[in-house]
């Protein structure tokens, strides 16, 4: 059986970047943006390289993705895709009164990946709800240093990434997830 795919989102959810410098030193500069990575997200890449295969999926332009998926790969196995906005939907919310850009799961099964074996990490639901059964849903990284939402993420996705269908584990609650 081929590896799952675990597709991951970059701003918020791996990463923070702003025009403001927070108090801690910077991952990395780009253009006008502090670019600082969330705490564990080079291990978690680095640990989940190896039971699933991984994509980035942002809803940024592909300039902005593109530095900084290299250099959070640094040094570990290229991913199978990253992609950018040219690859989302544009839709409107009608609450928010503003488009937005979502992330539409039907992309990867013209490239031949049964949505069983696909997950998509992001911290917005509204991206990713038409595939509910593929999403986890993360808390938006802001900055903080004393985060630790991906090395919770890390120890449920062991503990998920060998069943079959992965549409049919419970992820509402995943965060609350002890394991053993
Ligand atoms: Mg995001």
């Given at each position: 059986m081929e590896k799952p795919l675990l597709i991951l989102d970059l701003d918020e959810t791996l990463i923070r970047g702003q025009e403001m410098p927070l108090p801690e030193p910077h991952d990395m500069l780009l253009g006008p943006y502090f670019i600082y990575f969330r705490p564990h997200a080079r291990s978690f890449l680095a640990a989940m390289g190896e039971p699933f295969r991984l994509g980035f999926w942002s809803s940024a332009t592909l300039s902005y993705v593109g530095p900084i998926c290299r250099q959070l790969m640094k040094g570990l196995p290229e991913p199978l895709f990253v992609w950018g906005r040219e690859r989302c939907t544009e839709r409107f919310d009608?609450?928010?009164?503003e488009t937005y850009y979502a992330k539409d799961l039907r992309h990867i099964e013209k490239n031949?990946?049964?949505?069983?074996?696909v997950l998509i990490v992001d911290d917005e639901l509204r991206k990713v709800n038409r595939h509910y059964g593929n999403a986890l849903i993360i808390r938006p990284f802001?900055?903080?240093?004393?985060?630790?939402e991906l090395s919770k993420l890390e120890s449920f996705l062991h503990s998920i990434c060998?069943?079959?269908?992965?549409?049919?584990?419970?992820?509402?609650?995943?965060?609350s997830h002890q394991p053993g």
């Open positions: 009608h609450f928010k009164r031949g990946i049964s949505l069983s074996r802001l900055g903080d240093v004393s985060d630790d060998r069943l079959e269908d992965l549409r049919r584990v419970e992820k509402g609650n995943w965060a």
